[in-house]
């Protein structure tokens, strides 16, 4: 498995004149992983079907929110927890204190130390590699102008 990232010059908004540092970036390719991708690479090591696996995901998803609307984390064994938290405003009084100091409400999500990225693991399958996106340019870059280069020598000039 391989993580790109770019090089990202970020400033210290506390020292305006300072010239900032860069710093790696992870960046996401394509498109997002949808519930029937999922599905389908699930069904690839299980004798589910494909419409069983999406069933079984859509009716946790909703089980799940229940939860949490009803006030409980969710902990998922070598997953991960998922929980509520609110963004709220203040009340110098404690009667002033109430539900509509509430701004707004995120659900969180913990991960598990089982699926956690670990940036120096051992193993095979949980190790990540990254990949500078500069490097990544370039590279395209020559196999392109490899190809046309090619194309060009292919082309019977003597028959123009």
């Not at 498109?31 to 995901?57: F, N, P």
Request: a positive charge.
């Amino acid at each position: 498995m391989s993580v790109t990232f770019k090089k990202v010059l970020r400033k210290d908004p506390f020292h305006k004149d300072g010239t900032g540092k860069y710093y790696p970036q992870l960046i996401v390719w394509g498109k997002s992983a949808t519930l029937e991708s999922i599905a389908v690479q699930m069904k690839e090591s299980s004798s589910l079907t494909l419409g069983d696996i999406q069933s079984v995901i859509t009716n946790f998803v909703g089980a799940m929110r229940r939860e949490l609307f009803n006030g409980r984390s969710v902990n998922i064994d070598n997953f991960g927890v998922f929980s509520l938290s609110a963004t709220t405003e203040g009340s110098e009084k404690k009667d002033d204190c109430q539900s509509t100091k509430i701004r707004s409400v995120r659900i969180n999500f913990r991960a598990s130390s089982s699926i956690r990225p670990q940036v120096a693991a051992t193993r095979a399958e949980d190790r990540m590699d990254f990949v500078d996106l500069a490097v990544v340019r370039a590279v395209a870059k020559v196999a392109a102008t490899k190809a046309v280069t090619e194309d060009w020598t292919r082309i019977r000039w003597d028959r123009l």
